[in-house]
């Protein structure tokens, strides 16, 4: 007989970052350990600098460890071997083989964060033999005067945007969004986008690497700090059309502004027939406690507000479920019945700033909310073939005076 799996709490992974700051071990209660090449193990303290805490990756370079349970010590990558179909759901493994699909992270983003862009799924898997990266932020926190660069605030030439990134002043055409908790933003593949100022997000995206640095706000220039650029690699991925303002979804502290429309919905008129819209049927009741953030082949999410238990049909989903955990805490209680034939609930508990995976095999449970301000974000895959609308195949996006002769090549 099978033994059951269970919700999946894994341990966060530090990621250095030149722009980090503090607030992932000081607000979100993270405890980092980092281990040297002899197996030696250091607890992060609050003054080191992290910007990225990876809450749950399947990237062969960086895999997550099972924290809790019976499956404690284990990989992500070692569970998707064993129980792949268990994990993920038939529909999701079929389409995403034995990677998991989803990764998913907390930024820190203090400093200037690089000026970048992500390929999407066909040009990444034709170039680099990868998934795409698109991008979905949370805001968490924003201080006083953060700020969100995404895209452009007009249409430009791809030789407007190589000179801007050459002479320092792309800033000028970048569209820029002042943050403030409870904001989402979907970042299409092709949209250029940074950030600087102190902000705290919860990121979802592809389990993908493939970022594209175009220009370090002049860190490039200091040996001591330079990174690698790829702003010719990345010339002809780049939407270079005005931002879509209904990307961007003001939260509840923009008042009578706040967004009522995801920031980004399936364009599909199946009338349900291929799934898309099922997230209208996974749980016992809507409205305010439930809200769909986004909507794209790659992920859904949706934002539940708990005061009170939810009841969760895992068979309407069809696909693993991640819940991150925004404000308060919860638990997921799942029914279940002892030897002696005693029913009694399982529970798992998570708090702010701590990911659960539930996966795709799980019964019916319950969310319940240990907070009455409980927040959480809850994201799904469901793979749906959709024509990638945000490259414009229309834009010439080559350089004056380039020879580009093969490229492809190098």
Not at 115 to 144: C, N
Request: proline residues 5%; contains cysteine.
């Amino acid at each position: 007989m099978e033994k059951k799996l269970y919700p999946l709490k894994f341990i966060p992974i530090p990621s250095r970052r030149p722009w980090g700051g503090t607030a992932l071990v000081k607000d979100l209660a993270k405890n980092f350990v980092e281990c040297d090449d002899e197996g030696n193990e250091t607890v992060l303290g609050e003054d080191v600098l992290v910007g990225e805490s990876w809450e749950l990756a399947d990237m062969g370079f960086e895999d997550s460890v099972v924290e809790n349970g019976w499956l404690a010590g284990n990989t992500i990558g070692e569970l998707m071997e064993t129980y792949i179909e268990r994990i993920v759901g038939e529909n999701v493994y079929n389409y995403y083989g034995r990677q998991f699909p989803l990764l998913v992270k907390f930024l820190d983003i203090n400093d200037k964060l690089s000026v970048q862009v992500h390929p999407d799924d066909e040009i990444a898997a034709e170039r680099y033999d990868s998934l795409g990266k698109t991008e979905f932020w949370y805001v968490m926190d924003a201080k006083p005067g953060a700020k969100i660069y995404v895209g452009f605030n007009k249409e430009v030439s791809a030789q407007e945007f190589y000179d801007r990134c050459q002479n320092g002043t792309v800033d000028e055409i970048m569209n820029v969004i002042y943050p403030k908790a409870g904001d989402a933003i979907f970042l299409a593949p092709g949209t250029v986008h940074a950030a600087d100022g102190g902000i705290l997000i919860a990121e979802i995206q592809e389990s993908s690497d493939m970022t594209f640095r175009l220009y370090d706000w002049g860190r490039e220039f200091n040996p001591a700090t330079a990174r690698k650029l790829h702003l010719e690699e990345a010339i002809d991925l780049i939407d270079y059309r005005a931002f879509d303002q209904g990307l961007y979804r003001k939260g509840p502290l923009w008042g009578e502004e706040a967004s009522s429309e995801p920031c980004r919905k399936t364009d599909c008129d199946c009338d349900g027939e291929c799934g898309c819209h099922e997230h209208e049927h996974h749980h016992h009741e809507e409205g305010k406690v439930v809200e769909t953030l986004v909507e794209c082949p790659q992920f859904n999410v949706t934002k539940l507000k708990l005061a009170d238990p939810l009841h969760i049909y895992t068979e309407k989903f069809e696909s693993f479920i991640i819940y991150i955990c925004i404000e308060g805490s919860a638990s997921i209680q799942v029914p279940s019945t002892k030897e002696n034939g005693e029913a009694y609930m399982e529970n798992y508990e998570f708090a702010k700033g701590e990911t659960i995976l539930v996966p795709a095999d799980m019964p019916d449970f319950y969310l319940v909310p240990r907070d009455r301000s409980t927040v959480l974000l809850e994201a799904v895959t469901r793979p749906v073939e959709e024509v990638d609308e945000y490259i414009d195949p229309d834009t010439e996006a080559f350089l004056e005076d380039e020879d580009y002769e093969g490229l492809e090549d190098e």
